[in-house]
């Protein structure tokens, strides 16, 4: 294993920027920080991309469908 493979493990077992400051729940009216997720097609990053664990990613793509449904932000864009 090289010292590279050993950070990319402990990464992943550490917890995320959410877990680290105790958010319960992301705020699906702040689209401006959910777009932030997302790719100029509309599309959701994936947790790789966000690193944000199982948890946090859920909460995530919940707040981002809800903003969807609410025309906050859009399902899909030409970009
Ligand atoms: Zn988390």
Redesign the pocket.
């Known amino acids: 294993m090289t010292a590279e493979e050993s950070n990319d493990a402990r990464r992943r077992h550490s917890?995320?920027?959410?877990?680290?400051s105790g958010?319960r729940y992301i705020d699906y009216k702040d689209f401006k920080t959910l777009q932030k997720f997302t790719t100029m097609q509309g599309k959701i990053h994936s947790r790789k991309r966000t690193g944000?664990?199982?948890?946090?990613?859920r909460k995530l793509v919940q707040a981002i469908k809800r903003a969807r449904f609410l025309a906050l932000l859009p399902f899909v864009s030409k970009g």
């Open positions: 917890r995320c920027r959410d877990c680290r958010a944000k664990c199982a948890y946090h990613q």
